[in-house]
């Protein structure tokens, strides 16, 4: 069988995430073919040329359309700013490509249906960069509430922190424009809520407050400007089967620097998960002498597959980026038609769909209904 | 001077917790009387005679209208259910006495204000007993955030959380009876609130939503029947000064003891703290050369008053019941005119305030202003 | 029954801790009579008289053996430095009083036998203050150990730091001279030596570093001497039954408070347990599936006996005074001749002897067999 | 710049953690030249071709030794069972290749030392995979002790725990075999004694004891035989510097999984860190106002060298194959002639001496002074 031919637009830091999963995603896996890294895009030629020769590809240009224009080319990964998502992963379903593109989808809603009907069209895969539900204490978690580990569960709290927007002396940049989205809503909430969706499907009624700490900030240039967007974010949702969710996403959260915490309460137990600790969760279960009842804290494992296709003993712990090279294994097994845990195009926008409801819910001050899509 | 003579009326877990701060708050604060243990009042006569004799009261009686009449009692403080605070913390009043009344006030809202009503009128203190802000860890919190320790604080996160409604197979008793209030809401609820008001002040503006993890209950006698409040709530809030909060109560969530824990979020810096591990917090300052921040676990020390007056080397730990015998010398000290630090009847009728307009927000699915008492 | 008539020598911070045990031990337990405190004994007669009326004593004296001779006193409570102990509890004891002395027993070996001499002739109880045996937790894992939770042990370690001497600038004092014994192994290793012998019994054979964090110390007139003792100690250990430990005490561990943490290793899992966190304890127990074992962080909860008789809600929270509280009913019930759970002088006389073997195999540099006294 | 060369030979989970290296190195560094994997030994033909196609190698072989004859190969990996290292490295050294092998050198000490004695020959790098200090984390610790961050170092533990024989009931094989070596002390402890070099430099005086948890084992085939090393070490030790030291290593530990726990103590601070939570470290800075002191806990950050080249935002995590990856760059730099920071033969040799070293004053039953070599 031919190898897959990869080509790669956007050299950034998720450029790079994706360039190491192709890399790996062999060695690591063994089960799936080496893939062929055959083209890299860069809007500027020389920096397309040094990173394709650090990534280990054998052509670079500055022009994306090239490349997704090469028949040489099977799958491409998008990992451009948000803005330049909808374009190209158009084309390269067009051009009868899969595609791997990093979340979200679109600022625009619109321009992500568009992305969904086009991919649908195609035939072809169209994965989005939801890496944290690759996680094998993730993928266990679920297993665990397959199995009624913790009984029917009736409450979640998810928590995303960070604070990179923390400091109020921080100059004004695109970030805080309106035209980059509602803010800690979409550039963040994305992620607990593919979570969410990963483990008990979609959200079904929100309502959301947003909050600006700073109401502006400082320019480089001099004098001030106003905020257009909110840093927080904090939402009570219903989930189906009547789950009560609380969703809070902070971009100014002085000390978090990428905490996505879980707490998820069911009828027989509880478990416990923080991202910034992605090699451990905890499990409460209601049985036994209650003196000796508590979480127990458990440290990733083989058994938790498939961190034992990375190392064969427990605890030694697993990174951020070989999240990546477990989505790209998933990835490949969906392009073969082989099962696959991914998060498609059309659970991304029901993602996004959720995101914009909440933003209304706010901006109505009420709750909204999103209905099952 | 003559000792401040004490009646106690009811002896379950607050009663007894009120004795032993009683009888050692001269012991561990030295610079206030020894109070004088007159009088104690319980429904039954006879286990009123031998809890005096555990708890050290002089006398005993199986009718708290005695006590009050009692001219040797100056002080009284109610413990017993709920729905007798109003009742009696009202009938004391009137006899001249100053009142320790255990939280809530009282289920209805008016009664709560006729409590208040006379407590004014009678110009006597009139405590109630919310003791988690009496921890050392939790005045010194106060202290750092008085101090601009993480700047103006922007976010709040308050989670209360216990489990002995978790088991579903628990039989349906009072506490799951509508007559017994909203559930998790005023059951609970009422702690975190305290702590947000000695910490930020009032609550001004609320939206809700209420959950009953299981539709019934099993009786006892056979058959099943509905619950009919909420055993969680989750309320989204604006306090004074435009700081956003949320707000988590939960009586059925597994795992959880005594949880109350509080993320502080200001723009220098944040704040950690859960009532689980009550002789610690965290404290994280952006200051410093980055690669050194980090939230610091700062174990109670002599340094956080009055730990000191318990203990003189730090890390060795209060009790809970040590909170309550700060309490008591705080209301020692409101009855001498000198400055303390105590919720009073009009502060905690504000708080109720609070929770009546958190369930009318969820029952109208609406933002509830509750304005500025 | 006449209740017990209690006379306390000393009231620096022990003193207090035993006044404060003596003030709640009946309205706590019920079970025991309450005490009668007649006689307190403090140097200087003005503060014997002040501390009297704090701690609630009907008399008081700066001749400690006035107290002695008090017929209405039953039992001492011994509380001040070391050097003093030995006089006092033969003469309380030759004076036919029960004693009640704080650890540990004499500087000078001698000395400590002969309080176990005349405490044995004198057929009164004799006990010493090793309250961290006490802890419900605590008593709560030696049940577990019984029970054979974490099957046989075979390994223990046990780290007890404190940071009091971790400044050098800290002005050379008392503590650092030779005469107030070996430094860290006798100020400090007692204490884990009590856990040790509460667990699994006397120490067998011992070989000992010591080490001088800083060498001399400045004087506060100005210059410098010599520390003459030793501020941290390690020590390898067989305990009986073949158990293989490691004792560290450090009182110059910058950061730790009153940490007391234990390692307990068994064939079928492992126990931890941290002093500074001393409402909960951790258990690892190798059953059921692999994937879902981990340590279980475990609260301090009613069934862990007797903190049923401090608060009935789990995860609350004793305080370290309350040890003492338990500790004093401990040694009431020995009084009364129920079986109780205390340290004997004979007990504490053998934890001391360990000490002195510990300091022999450091200056011997060579291993020291204890036996089996 | 010709690429290198690479051969690896052994395919077990050093084998694959060596080929993830070479495969990533250059994606994730830039700086280095991208290797050529032209060679890769096992000793099964099948398998060498199976996992040549796998790991992304050239050619395969079932002969090391052709492997080593390759001119195309200028770097050779071993990563067979110890048994092997002295004779493969000491012929590709003979051959002129560089090598990285895996720890530990050699079984026995002379071979250790024909080892270093050909490297030294060769004038070829020799890198031993001590891959634990090239953790970012460990790297920044090591600066901050250069800095002074913590004073002067005084007192340091290190516990290294698993629990892989922790069960009495696993089948006697031959890591219980003495040929095997002595147990945990070289199985396991020369990970934290390589920690303990790359901080503070080598051993040089130490005291062990040994234990046996279990004295027999089942044999798969009926009947039990006798262990015949130790499972468990302890070892007081003295640094350079009059740095006190306690190791303890223990293979039969339940509960931990990759536990290497230091704590590091210094007269103006402390620092700790533990290897299951590779991610993180606390440090305690006695300044500022001792109200507000604690031990603060550090996540992984961009500032701390070189987590930077994998991710750009903090506290999201390596893993530990990633460590890897980085002593594979530092190989590299060694090879050009850069600075870098490896474990050589020449360390390596001085930490399998202080192992033997440790074994004997276990069995004379004294302490050992290594000397400085």
Known sequence: MKPLGIGLIGTGYMGKCHALAWNAVKTVFGDVE????????????????????????EKSTADWRALIADPEVDVVSVTTPNQFHAEMAIAAHEAGKHV???????????DAERMLETAERSGKVAVLGYNYIQNPVMQHIRTLLGEGAIGTVNHVRVEMDEDFMADPDVF???KSE????????????????SLLWYLFGHVEAVITDMVKPYADRPLSAGGRRAVENHDAANVLMRLGGGISAVLMANRAAWGRKGRIALQIYGSKGAILYDQERMNEFELYQADGRGSEQGFRKILAAPAHRPYDRFIPAP????????????ECRELIRAISGEPSSIVTFKDGLRIEK????????????RWIEIGRM
């Open 100 to 110: 791997w593109c990093e979340k979200p989808m679109a600022p625009a809603y619109a």
């Open 172 to 174: 004004f940049y695109w």
């Open 315 to 326: 605890g030694h712990g697993l990174g951020f980026n070989d999240l990546k090279i477990i």
């Open 178 to 193: 309106l035209a980059a989205g509602y803010g800690a809503l979409d550039d963040f909430a994305v992620h607990p809520l």
């Open 34 to 57: 080496r893939p062929r890294l055959v083209h890299l895009a860069e809007a500027n030629a020389g920096l397309a040329e040094a990173r394709a020769s650090e990534f280990g590809f």
């Open 354 to 365: 959720s995101v914009h409801a909440m933003a209304q819910s706010f901006h109505e001050r």
